[in-house]
């Protein structure tokens, strides 16, 4: 079955620093997407890639999609505390199923 | 914001009752979710619906049943609620259209003592 993992689990970086999150494939990638969820709160849809080399942005977040290396990268630039918050990918495995990564938790000191 | 709204929000069980968790849209969207999510499991899905009165398994759906009756609901029910059951459930939603935009819902905290 495809598995999705996010590096790196937890991130800690300073108010205004820029940070990539990753999310790699163990299958081909269909579909990636990103989420944003909030402490205590639900998932928030950010963005979606469907081909290699796609790149999309919502705020100042910018995703990537590599094919060949079955992985999506997330940047943010110059982050702010509203940023904070656990980060997710799903990927579609083409049977009506979307798979989530476990998330990587990022949390931006003032 | 997707019109997805789950019912209860939170629930506090003794083992070995039955729950049933609701999850209504007004999206009229097609494919419906189950979701748990846990510490150092992420998001895992329990079962999911592509249509009214069809339904398949997850990755985790011992324990768990579902029905949908009806475009607008689906429901989740825990036949004998065990403490492994303890989780945050997430339904979610998806159009036939574009079918990998999901949105999700706010969450039902559950807890089974």
């Known amino acids: 079955s495809q598995e999705l993992e996010q590096s790196p689990q937890s991130l800690i970086v300073q108010e205004g620093k820029n940070l990539t999150i990753n999310c790699t494939s163990s299958?081909?990638?269909?579909?990636l997407y990103w989420y944003k969820q909030k402490y205590g709160e639900g998932l928030i849809f950010l963005m979606m890639l469907q081909k290699g080399g796609e790149e999309e942005s919502h705020e100042k977040i910018t995703a990537k999609l590599d094919e060949k290396k079955q992985q999506s990268s997330l940047h943010i630039t110059a982050s702010q505390p509203s940023h904070a918050g656990i980060y997710l990918c799903?990927?579609?495995?083409?049977?009506?199923?979307?798979?989530f990564g476990k998330g990587t938790r990022l949390h931006i000191l003032p | 914001d997707a019109g997805i709204t789950q019912s209860p929000r939170h629930k506090v069980t003794e083992t070995g009752t039955p729950v049933t968790l609701r999850c209504h849209q007004t999206e009229n969207h097609r494919y419906m979710y189950w979701y748990r999510q846990d510490p150092g499991h992420g998001l895992r899905l329990i079962h999911y619906?592509?249509?009214?009165?069809?339904?398949d398994k997850g990755e985790v759906s011992d324990g768990y049943s579902v029905s949908r009756s009806k475009t607008e609901d689906f429901l989740l029910t825990l036949e004998s609620a065990t403490s492994s059951q303890t989780s945050v459930y997430f339904c979610?939603?998806?159009?036939?259209?574009?079918?990998?935009?999901?949105?999700f819902g706010e969450g039902s905290w559950l807890t089974v003592v």
């Open positions: 619906s592509y249509g009214v009165k069809d339904t």
């Open positions: 299958k081909t990638l269909y579909g």
């Open positions: 979610a939603i998806s159009d036939q259209v574009r079918r990998h935009t999901i949105y």
């Open positions: 799903g990927a579609d495995n083409r049977d009506d199923k979307i798979i």
